[in-house]
């Protein structure tokens, strides 16, 4: 299964989310769920890289292990655009957990 943990600051503000294990919805390099985990999980990292020139820390390592972590001295428009980057990418996470709630889990 995949474990998606969010963490959020006492502003209700993302600070960091880890994603680990695999879904073993299907075999290796089949799996939609692993894929769609992935594609939203890479794709917000790269765009806060891309559209605000920040770089979160990163920690990658075995089982689809992810770890990002925000810095914490940002401007405030900065900080939004991030927010909001994390925002969507939570709420593309939850839509794979809703349909495939056998295979991920999101805690908060």
Same mark, same amino acid.
């Given at each position: 299964?995949?474990?998606v ?5 006492e502003?209700n &503000?993302? !600070?960091s =989310?880890?994603i #680990?294990g695999?879904a073993? =919805?299907?075999?290796k390099? #089949? %799996?939609?769920?692993?894929?769609g985990? #992935?594609?939203?999980? =890479?794709g917000?990292?790269n765009?806060?890289? #891309?559209?605000?020139g920040?770089?979160p820390?990163i920690?990658?390592g075995? %089982?689809? =292990? @992810? ?5 914490t001295d940002l %401007? &405030?428009s900065t900080k !939004?655009?991030?927010? @909001?980057? @994390?925002?969507?990418? @939570?709420?593309s996470?939850?839509?794979i !957990?809703?349909d495939y709630?056998?295979?991920i889990?999101?805690s908060?």
């Amino acid at each position: 299964m995949v474990k998606v943990k969010i963490r959020r600051n006492e502003h209700n &503000e993302i !600070e960091s =989310f880890t994603i #680990s294990g695999h879904a073993n =919805f299907a075999k290796k390099g #089949s %799996d939609i769920v692993c894929a769609g985990v #992935s594609a939203v999980s =890479f794709g917000a990292v790269n765009a806060i890289i #891309s559209l605000t020139g920040i770089t979160p820390a990163i920690e990658q390592g075995a %089982d689809g =292990f @992810l770890h990002c972590l925000i810095p914490t001295d940002l %401007d &405030e428009s900065t900080k !939004e655009k991030i927010q @909001l980057l @994390l925002e969507g990418m @939570l709420v593309s996470l939850e839509t794979i !957990e809703r349909d495939y709630e056998k295979y991920i889990t999101i805690s908060k």
